[in-house]
Each structure stands twice: as structure tokens, then as C-alpha cells.
């Protein structure tokens, strides 16, 4: 059995960090079945993928809220976190129960079905510059978390391109994402765009967000420099960790 790890939403301003992890017996049938990194897909056609990989195959999926990625920033980056998150999903599916570690801040929640019961290698789409340095660091504390030693993992950059199992983690991930961002538009009861930085709707919103209530919504990241420069408390970049 092979296991993908993907994320989704390292960089937005609004919304959750998702961590997918997605097991699969060999990569053939998931290239049969279209299965590729999300970015390539259409979002009607990642909706049917998500459903189809969620029925047959062994899954986690991570969320970290805005405010817990903020809490998480006051003692660690962004990278660091995510070593964290995809080492808990590692190791939640080789353990078939749910294994958080125990600096992930809180705001984390992790659903995981139909977990196979031995996983033989690991892919994973490597979140830092140096994709082993990532690698490495996901398995020692895997092991850390664990006690087991026998998982080998294959870190690399554009993972999800390369490996179907990983473009499937890659959607689990993308689609949720997307899901919650529809959810917290709904519940502002306004248009909140992607929640990316870029997105001139999103940083309208919390423009205008700010100006008429004087605080962020509870699904922005605070310590994001687009959050800063909307700031009615006016906290330094330099109290988080790049």
C-alpha cells in the first residue's frame, strides 16, 4: 500500500491550512482513473474525485483553523507546522487511530476513514526548499510519535504532478479547502473571494470587514502581512514566526 500527502492552503489570509493524506493499492488505477494534482482539474471534476476517492480509499484529512495557525506562528513557522501536521497524518493512518502531536496548537481537527492496515512507502509533496531536510524531519518525528521505524518516505518537490497518489491527497485537500471557504462565506453573509492575499474580492472583504466591526472575522489569519495592513490592533509582523 501507498500513501500520498498533500496540503492545501499554506498561503491564504482567510480560511484553514488542510492536510490530506490519501492510501491506494499501487498508482495504476488512479491514473486511470484521471486522478492528477487538483490545480490541473476543473472544480466539477475534482467533486467527482473527492467522492470516488473518499468511498475506496483509506484516507485522513487534517484542518487547521485560522486561529490556530496564529496561535501556532507565535512559536513556529509556517514550515514547521506543517511538518508537524503531515507527520500526525502520517502517523494517525499507520496507527489506524487518530495521533495529533502535541505542539499542534489547538483548532486542529482530523477525520479518517477506511484506513488500510499496513502502508509499505510514502510520497509526500515537500512543503520546504529542501525536500529531503522535509522528508527527514516528517519521519523523525513520525517515529517519534509512533515508535515505529519502518516506514521509508519519498519527499520531493511537485509531487503531486509526478504521482497520482499524491495528486489524489492533493484533492482531498483542495476540495475541503474549498468547501470550508464556501461555508465561511455563507456564515459572513458576503462575498469573501478565494482568500488568498491577491485576490482584490478577499482583501475588500476584510477592508471593509474591519471598518464596519474594528476586528478581523474569526477565519483570518491575524499574523498575515494582508491582515497587518487592515489592523485595528496594529500587531507587529515580528511577534510570529516567518
Not at 108 to 113: K, R, V
Amino acid at each position: 500500500m501507498i500513501l500520498g500527502i498533500d496540503e492545501a492552503g499554506r498561503g491564504p489570509v482567510l480560511g484553514p491550512l488542510v492536510v490530506a493524506a490519501l492510501a491506494w493499492n499501487g498508482e495504476d488505477e488512479l491514473e486511470e482513473m484521471g486522478v492528477k494534482d487538483s490545480k490541473l482539474l476543473s472544480p466539477s471534476r475534482r467533486a467527482q474525485l473527492f467522492d470516488r476517492l473518499r468511498e475506496v480509499g483509506g484516507h485522513c484529512i487534517m484542518e487547521i483553523s485560522a486561529e490556530g495557525i496564529d496561535e501556532a506562528r507565535r512559536s513556529m513557522t509556517i514550515n514547521h507546522l506543517e511538518v508537524l501536521a503531515f507527520s500526525s497524518v502520517l502517523s494517525s493512518i499507520s496507527q489506524n487511530s487518530e495521533v495529533l502531536h502535541p505542539d499542534l496548537p489547538s483548532g486542529c481537527t482530523l477525520s479518517m476513514e477506511a484506513v488500510p492496515s499496513r502502508i509499505d512507502h510514502v510520497i509526500v509533496d515537500a512543503a520546504d526548499t529542501n525536500a529531503d531536510r522535509f522528508g527527514k524531519r516528517i519521519l523523525h518525528f513520525h517515529n517519534e510519535l509512533t515508535g515505529c521505524s519502518s516506514i521509508s518516505i519519498n519527499s520531493m518537490h511537485k509531487a503531486d504532478l509526478h504521482h497520482p497518489v499524491v495528486g489524489g491527497a492533493s484533492i482531498l485537500a483542495k476540495v475541503t479547502r474549498d468547501m470550508r471557504i464556501s461555508e465561511l462565506g455563507e456564515e459572513a453573509g458576503r462575498k469573501i473571494g478565494s482568500g488568498y492575499p491577491s485576490d482584490p474580492v478577499t482583501r475588500e472583504f476584510l477592508r471593509s470587514w474591519v471598518g464596519e466591526f474594528g476586528r478581523y472575522p474569526h477565519f483570518a489569519r491575524r499574523s498575515w502581512k494582508t491582515c497587518l495592513a487592515f489592523s485595528p490592533e496594529q500587531r507587529k509582523l515580528s511577534d510570529y514566526r516567518s
